[in-house]
């Protein structure tokens, strides 16, 4: 998001953001305070509960009122509940004003449902509802287009694949510190993103191996005491150091070899940032990860911890043997620059906007 509205600003757009007020903490309100002074349309924060429930009317209704305020041209929502909301409220302000255009870009989480359970068959039905309501579907990775075909239906209105971009200076390589750990993990601290997986496979490497591994563990949420739980059960306390949220590429200098042990993803940015930067890593299989390296690349696995343990000591024994592996820069530079995003996402909101 930030990179995006960084290259909209830069393309002389007029931009805001409004958002859920009650996730994220310290290290992402420091991210929205450096943003603040470029964008004309401001940051709107106000409580947006994930899941369906009481609170989604007076949600509803206080983003409504920031939206009808901002009066924008284009609307283009994040994710079920951003995605809901971008494309009503859109359509009520085409009650009383000239057109708005209404995009939206669904995300892993609201793809992960079931399609046979009886909630994946509401959620799904609503989504071919909502259809009528969207000028233009955009999705970040292939796998999330075909998810969304499969479970949603054949979209009946334009749709686009616009990768995820970094910036030009996120493809300068990161210096790996002195006192490197062998190993980092940087992410949500919930089971979906695998830390289980991860501190699992740190044990099983390490007697593999002879010796015991060291590894950092970057990030927060409500998951995290287990995990630190998890570490003391399976005698890692002295191995493993949790560190609070932080840029991605300062977390990168701490170790010579990035994990990345979801279970499920749609096109995580830690991937791209990791592979830019010039960091070997191991990732799995999962959502659009594939579509970054290669379906058949070495560094791919199941999220399973025996898997991952076995992958990580043969990157460990020849490090550099391992980074040749890894997709070449320019490669990565021309199809996930933020350039090359937000380029794309700028014709498909001039393109809804003409309809």
């Not at 089971?191 to 191996?209: C, N, V, Y």
């Not at 399976?234 to 840029?247: T, W």
């Not at 979801?262 to 791209?272: D, F, G, K, N, T």
Request: glycine share 10%; hydrophobic share 40%.
């Amino acid at each position: 998001m930030r990179d995006l509205t960084e290259a909209q600003v830069a393309a002389g757009h007029s931009v805001g953001i409004v958002c859920d007020s009650t996730t994220g903490g310290d290290y992402e309100e420091r991210l929205f305070d450096g943003m603040k002074g470029s964008l004309v349309l401001g940051i709107h924060r106000t409580p947006m509960q994930r899941h369906v429930g009481p609170g989604d009317l007076a949600a509803a209704w206080r983003t409504y009122k920031i939206i009808k305020e901002l009066r924008p041209d284009v609307l283009h929502g994040h994710g079920a509940k951003g995605g809901a909301y971008a494309r009503l409220f859109g359509s009520l302000l085409r009650v009383s004003r000239s057109r708005v255009a209404r995009l939206y870009s669904p995300h892993g989480g609201s793809l992960h449902y079931d399609e046979t359970t009886v909630t994946g068959k509401l959620f799904f039905a609503l989504e071919r509802s909502m259809t009528r309501f969207t000028d233009c579907l955009l999705f970040v990775s292939d796998y999330e287009r075909r998810t969304y075909r499969r479970k949603v239906g054949e979209p009946p209105i334009p749709n686009r694949l616009v990768y995820n971009g970094l910036r030009a200076a996120e493809f300068e390589p990161v210096t790996t510190a002195q006192d490197a750990a062998d190993l980092l993990y940087i992410g949500m601290m919930r089971d979906l993103k695998g830390p289980d997986i991860f501190i699992d496979a740190l044990a099983s490497a390490g007697t593999e191996m002879g010796r015991a591994l060291n590894a950092v563990m970057v990030g927060d949420g409500d998951d995290l005491p287990r995990y630190h739980a998890q570490v003391e059960r399976l005698g890692l306390k002295s191995n493993v150091r949790f560190l609070p949220p932080m840029p991605a590429r300062q977390a990168f200098a701490l170790a010579e070899l990035v994990v990345v042990p979801s279970r499920a993803e749609a096109m995580p940015y830690i991937v791209l940032e990791s592979l830019a930067a010039g960091r070997p890593m191991i990732a799995t299989a999962v959502g659009g990860i594939p579509e970054i390296f290669g379906e058949t690349s070495p560094a791919l696995i199941r999220p399973d911890p025996a898997q991952l343990a076995d992958k990580i000591g043969l990157a460990l024994k020849d490090l550099d043997a391992y980074r040749k592996a890894m997709p070449q820069t320019d490669e990565l530079k021309a199809r996930f620059g933020a350039d090359v995003m937000a380029a794309e996402i700028e014709k498909a909101y001039f393109a809804a906007q003409s309809k």
